[in-house]
């Protein structure tokens, strides 16, 4: 009875760290250190390893890219991973794609780890 009691709330407190803003458009949207679930993992962003975007209002010869490091939980287990802005990654039966990143970068404004947010998808794992 004790061990299940401790389970029970072991479960609840756990679920108290996962936070997620699933939209009806399918998107799952993460800020960094938020853990959601994304239509079969669970996703919590890490850090930025690169915002080379383009500014808003400027012309570039490149429109840059966006990595960031996530740790993806699957049945498997856990890992950290590098995911790039629309590039999928394949992930247990799926494939996982940041596909949003905000704010928009604006030429002379720096963007505080705080401030980003980040959209993800998960296709497959039928």
């Known amino acids: 009875m004790k061990a299940a009691a401790l389970a029970l709330c072991a479960s609840l ?3 108290g760290c ?5 939209r009806s458009d399918g998107i799952t949207r993460l800020r960094i250190g938020e853990t959601g679930v994304v239509d079969g ?3 919590t962003p890490v850090k930025v390893v ?3 975007r383009c500014p808003s209002g400027t012309q570039c010869v490149w429109a ?3 990595r960031l490091t996530v740790r ?4 498997r287990g856990s890992e950290e991973r590098e995911l790039t802005l629309a590039k999928p990654e394949q992930v ?3 494939k996982l794609t940041l596909v949003e990143i905000w704010p928009v970068k604006k030429a002379g404004d720096t963007i505080y780890p705080d401030e980003y947010r980040f959209g ?4 497959g794992g039928f």
């Open 13 to 15: 407190a756990l679920s």
């Open 18 to 22: 996962i936070t997620y803003h699933n």
């Open 41 to 43: 993992p669970t996703v």
């Open 50 to 52: 690169e915002d080379s």
């Open 64 to 66: 840059g890219q966006v």
């Open 72 to 75: 993806i939980e699957t049945g």
């Open 92 to 94: 247990a039966d799926g």
């Open 120 to 123: 993800f998808t998960f296709a």
